[in-house]
């Protein structure tokens, strides 16, 4: 935390937001527990099964600035590291399917690969591998909803846990090795700070909870 941003290492579990039945979520819980911080809005969002890195901006100028930084793809670089099915071919690829979000009759929010979506391009790479598992390394350089866990599954790796995209008989296995949650974790965050103009490299490790599925696997 400076006088500009806070950058924290989400949960699973915690929405980053209230609202869709939820009282809270971090922002509303920050502006609780921190009042003295005044300002305080998120730069950027993670699904709420996601753990990770996640920016929130201490002043409108630097919301401004990283959400810019965001929009063109310059100065960000997210990347997120995911337990899934199957073995990749080639030690990593690049996945450009656009991507489309729909409302079904519950009103939750389903994204699919469509022509008529919106553009969106994921990159991913081995950086482990088990007899039919693999822990990928995934970078996004765009920002769709669920695009991570929907390209996973596009290309026949949907990641372990994802009880919306993903293999239920893959997903059965792992819970036998002890996941109770979405294997997907927001690892590493590079920015320029929209104030100082410094680069940061934030990283946040692996949680526990997963690692312990690693060390079983």
């Given at each position: 935390?400076?006088d ?16 869709s ?18 300002y305080?809005?998120?730069?950027h ?17 630097t ?5 810019s ?6 100065g ?21 399917a ?11 929010r ?8 919106q ?36 290309i026949?790796?949907?990641?372990a846990?994802?009880?919306m ?10 819970r036998?090795l002890g996941?109770?949650?979405l294997?997907l ?7 320029i700070?929209p104030v ?5 490299d ?16």
């Open positions: 935390q400076d500009h941003l806070l950058v924290v290492n989400k949960p699973a579990g915690l929405a980053v937001h209230g609202g039945g939820l009282e809270f979520g971090l922002v509303e819980a920050l502006r609780q527990l921190r009042p003295e911080l005044g305080v809005e998120l730069a969002r993670l699904d709420r099964e996601t753990s990770g890195c996640l920016m929130l901006a201490l002043d409108r100028p919301l401004v600035g990283l959400q930084q965001l929009v063109a793809r310059e960000v670089r997210k990347h997120y590291l995911a337990l899934v099915s199957g073995l990749l071919t080639e030690p990593s690829v690049v996945v450009e656009p991507l489309l979000t729909t409302r079904g009759e519950d009103a939750k389903r994204v699919m690969v469509a022509p008529d979506g553009s969106a391009r994921t990159g991913f790479a081995v950086r482990r591998s088990w007899q039919d598992e693999a822990l990928l390394e995934i970078e996004l350089f765009t920002g769709r909803t669920h695009q991570a866990r929907v390209h996973a599954a596009h026949g790796h949907p990641i846990g994802d009880r995209y993903g293999d239920s008989a893959f997903n059965r296995k792992l036998r996941l109770g949650r294997f974790h927001a690892e590493r965050l590079r920015i700070h100082t103009r410094v680069r940061h934030f990283h946040a490790p692996l949680p526990e909870t997963l690692m312990s599925v690693l060390d079983r696997l």
